[in-house]
Each structure stands twice: as C-alpha cells, then as structure tokens.
Nanobody, 124 residues
Framework: QVQLVESGGGLVQPGGSLRLSCAASGFTLDYYAIGWFRQAPGKEREGVSCISSSDGSTYYADSVKGRFTISRDNAKNTVYLQMNSLKPEDTAVYYC?????????????????WGQGTQVTVSS
C-alpha cells in the first residue's frame, strides 16, 4: 500500500523551530520529487518547498526562504522540512506529496501521492 505519513507538527512560539518528517511506505522515495505544501483556513494550498529526485535541487517559496530547509534521507525513505524562526503566518496544515516524474514543482498539480497532513500552529 502506497502511503505518505507526515509527523512533527505541533504548537510552537514565534521564533521557535519544528522539523517535519514525511515517511514513505509501499514505494521508494529515491526516484520521486517531494514537495511540501501548506494550507491555512480559508486560503488556497501553497507550495512551501520541493526537492528533485535527480540532483537534489531544492526550491523554496519566498516567504520561507532562509528559514526552512528541505532534505531527504533515502536510506530512511524520509524527507524532512526543518522550519526555523517560525512566524504566526506559518500556521497551517502541512502536507507532503510525491511526484513519480521526479520533477520538483511548487505547484500542487501533478503530484501523485499525498500525506494526510500535520498541523503547525505558531502562537504565543
């Protein structure tokens, strides 16, 4: 069974950090591009970061550049999103997604598999 499972979300104060994990089962992440997306209440789903399968190229939304870092550990079949200097506007449900074409994209269209999401709340 193909599955992506996110974990690591929670409540954190502004300026704090969280590390989200996206663990795959039923398939090998090595050949997939992985994207992280988020959706806040009343807003559209937006791309946060993505990483290609071929050369590990990474991309970030302007709003998180310099604060978030995406990485992958193929041995653990897991992709991570390290989030530092969190702001209240980062509050959202965060999703990871896998694209079997291996093409990293900040658009949610084209991704084949999605996780169930993990809530991140940044508040004092």
């Amino acid at each position: 069974q193909v599955q992506l499972v996110e974990s690591g979300g929670g409540l954190v104060q502004p300026g704090g950090s969280l590390r989200l994990s996206c663990a795959a089962s039923g398939f090998t992440l090595d050949y997939y591009a992985i994207g992280w997306f988020r959706q806040a209440p009343g807003k559209e789903r937006e791309g946060v970061s993505c990483i290609s399968s071929s050369d590990g190229s990474t991309y970030y939304a302007d709003s998180v550049k310099g604060r978030f870092t995406i990485s992958r550990d193929n041995a653990k079949n897991t992709v991570y999103l390290q989030m530092n200097s969190l702001k209240p506007e980062d509050t959202a449900v965060y999703y990871c997604a896998a694209d079997q074409r291996g093409i990293a994209s900040m658009s949610y269209r084209g991704y084949d598999y999605w996780g169930q999401g993990t809530q991140v709340t940044v508040s004092s």
